[in-house]
């Protein structure tokens, strides 16, 4: 059941007595992995967003000193996707389903006694409503500190792997996903049907980018007529696995920081 976690680390296999006797409760790190079911073009399984977030928290749980207490709540596999729903597949909660989920699974381990709490965020249309769920907690519960974090915002070296077009229009299921996918779940991979697809780009000189500080709303549909958004064809497992290590790597040091915080 644990999948990529660590076992020691995978909170659900934890005694209600295990927890009722953690000492330091406080400062202990519970991390909600919380992804998607969405299309991610013809070559690539609606799971990766979720399968990507806990192959990188699992990687750096087994990177993390032990000295360290930090837990992986179960996965969350479903999340805000109606920019895919277009596409058949995708499965979707809504902004008000997923918010009122994340707040409820944050006061359950309030009432056990935990402080500290991170929603690890894999998928790029629900960020918002991690800030929303973090600030609402902690302005109900002053001394929990809920931590709303993207899982690619981590110090990290993808770019320098990607062509600059790649990293600037390659948003979903292109070189950097497919690889990653390439190196956690090759067999699920069907690089013979991968195609390459960018969105039209901004004219010169526009201040609006489909992601950005001035970005636009859209659907897939609106970008892509395969679903992939980006280059997939030019991806690799060397490059999954160098992409996995160096996210993870960012990971184990932003948990030790969770870990030292003080407000």
């Known amino acids: 059941m644990h999948g990529f976690i660590p076992p020691?680390?995978?909170?659900?296999?934890?005694?209600?007595?295990?927890?009722?006797?953690?000492?330091?409760?406080?400062?202990?790190?519970?991390?909600?992995?919380?992804?998607?079911?969405?299309?991610?073009?013809p070559h690539l399984p609606l799971i990766v967003d979720a399968a990507i977030g806990v192959a990188v928290l699992g990687k750096a749980l087994e990177k993390l000193d032990t000295?360290?207490?930090a837990y992986a709540l179960p996965n969350l596999y479903y999340g805000k996707s109606n920019e895919h729903w277009h596409f058949p597949g995708t499965i979707?909660?809504?902004a008000e389903t997923l918010l009122k989920t994340l707040t409820e699974v944050g006061e359950s381990v309030y009432r056990a006694g935990f402080r500290k709490l991170v929603l690890m965020n894999s998928h790029g249309g629900q960020p918002q409503v991690?800030?929303?769920?973090?600030?609402?907690?902690?302005?109900k519960?002053?001394?929990?500190?809920?931590?709303?974090l993207f899982t690619w915002r981590v110090p990290h070296m993808t770019g320098d792997l990607l062509t600059p077009k790649e990293r600037k229009l390659g948003i979903h299921a292109g070189d950097a996903e497919t690889s990653i996918m390439l190196a956690i779940l090759p067999e699920q991979v069907k690089m013979d049907a991968a195609v390459v697809e960018y969105p039209p780009e901004q004219p010169e000189g526009s201040l609006l980018s489909i992601e950005g500080k001035l970005s636009f709303a859209w659907t897939t549909r609106d970008l892509s007529k395969s679903g992939t958004i980006g280059d997939p064809t030019v991806a690799?497992?060397?490059k999954g696995d160098r992409i996995l290590e160096s996210v993870s790597d960012g990971w184990v040091q932003v948990i030790q920081d969770i870990f030292a915080f003080k407000q």
């Open 8 to 41: 020691s680390r995978f909170f659900p296999y934890l005694t209600w007595t295990d927890v009722q006797a953690m000492p330091n409760k406080e400062n202990v790190v519970l991390i909600q992995p919380v992804g998607a079911i969405e299309q991610h073009g």
């Open 67 to 69: 000295n360290i207490p």
């Open 92 to 94: 979707t909660l809504s």
């Open 130 to 139: 991690m800030d929303i769920v973090a600030r609402d907690l902690h302005v």
């Open 141 to 148: 519960y002053s001394d929990f500190f809920v931590f709303p």
């Open 236 to 238: 690799t497992k060397d």
